[in-house]
């Protein structure tokens, strides 16, 4: 089993030892509000999650998923920079920590040099930052019971998530699912922050048109500071899509518990999560070709794929079973994955 698995499994274990015996109808009832929130295009000057059932409610309903979203843009973006570990990571809006976990996941074991030239990501600093008491007093019991020494010695830090805010020098910044809860002059203010702070951002909002147009805004900024854009995109050119037309987004599927299904009263044992991201970097990057931005068509000896390229471009590919190793490569290429052919 791989880190990053390694931590999702002991996220569920501890979420599952928190949150037992949290009545059920008590959680739901937050969770239709939290939905209604994050899903909602009204900004708020408070915290979404106001005391200790809002954030049970919260990190039984929202954690696994955010964990999964942050994690799958980490893998992105560290294709795009091999061997560089950050040795300092703060998580901005960070509530229970899901974006820390993701990150514990990402590079707990990983030697290699962050922005400073540190050396083992086992001695990474983390420091959450969120101005909801509750959710980080209730991500520092979480952390206590994983197995990352960053999470572990995390700094949980109330903090005004907003105008004015100000970061200390870093080489990581995670903002999630984070900018939707902020008025303009807020998400403004947090990317510029992270910018001016950190060798690598990423956000990550969930995967709706707004969410998609909020990381289009925080893209543009990062690169207007000087960061070039790691992944999803294969550019830094502007987005190719025409805004209000279309949005990019991605999915990743996240196990559900048992106690995840009686809260969200669903069957299944798992969801499928669609978010939209940008991760950016000071320095070189190895960008892929191209992004596969939509679900693969597979048809009997076709595969259709939709494609960003490095040319700033959307592009269709089909990949027909007489391209014999390229189409049996088509067939194994999911969502949101580097293309190494652009024209094939």
């Not at 979420?15 to 937050?30: E, V, W, Y």
């Not at 870093?170 to 998400?187: I, M, N, P, Q």
Request: contains cysteine; aromatic residues 6%; glycine residues 10%.
């Amino acid at each position: 089993m791989n880190d990053s698995l390694r931590t999702a499994e002991a996220l569920r274990t501890a979420l599952a030892g928190l949150l037992d015996g949290l009545p059920s109808k008590q959680a739901a009832q937050a969770v239709e509000r939290l939905i209604a929130n994050y899903r909602g295009t009204t900004p708020t000057g408070t915290p979404i999650l106001r005391d200790r059932s809002d954030v049970a409610a919260y990190a039984a309903y929202r954690m696994p998923a955010t964990f999964e979203a942050v994690r799958s843009a980490l893998d992105a973006f560290r294709a795009a920079v091999p061997g560089w570990v950050p040795s300092r990571h703060t998580d901005v809006g960070g509530g229970t920590g899901a974006a820390s976990w993701a990150v514990a996941g990402a590079w707990d074991g990983a030697e290699g040099a962050g922005g400073d030239g540190a050396g083992a990501a086992a001695d990474r600093r983390t420091t959450v930052l969120d101005w909801a008491e509750p959710a980080l007093a209730l991500g520092r019991e979480l952390a206590a019971q994983s197995g990352s020494s960053a999470l572990r010695g995390a700094e949980w830090r109330s903090a005004r998530i907003g105008p004015g805010l100000t970061l200390e020098s870093t080489d990581l910044v995670t903002v999630s699912y984070v900018l939707g809860e902020l008025t303009e002059a807020g998400r403004t203010a947090v990317v510029d922050a992270a910018a001016q702070a950190a060798q690598a951002v990423v956000v990550v909002e969930p995967g709706t048109p707004d969410g998609y147009l909020r990381i289009m805004a925080a893209r543009d900024r990062l690169t207007a500071a000087g960061l070039r854009t790691a992944a999803p995109c294969p550019h830094s050119d502007a987005c190719p899509i025409e805004r209000g037309t279309d949005w990019c987004h991605f999915s990743t599927r996240v196990s559900r518990s048992s106690l995840h299904r009686q809260i969200k009263g669903g069957s299944l044992a798992y969801e499928d999560e669609k978010f939209s991201y940008v991760a950016a970097f000071r320095g070189g990057t190895e960008t892929v070709p191209a992004r596969v931005v939509r679900k693969p068509q597979i048809r009997k000896g076709l595969v259709q794929l939709e494609l960003c390229t490095d040319a700033g471009e959307l592009a269709r590919r089909t990949v027909s079973k007489r391209q014999g190793d390229l189409y049996r490569a088509a067939r194994d290429t999911a969502w949101g994955d580097g293309w190494p052919q652009p024209h094939a």
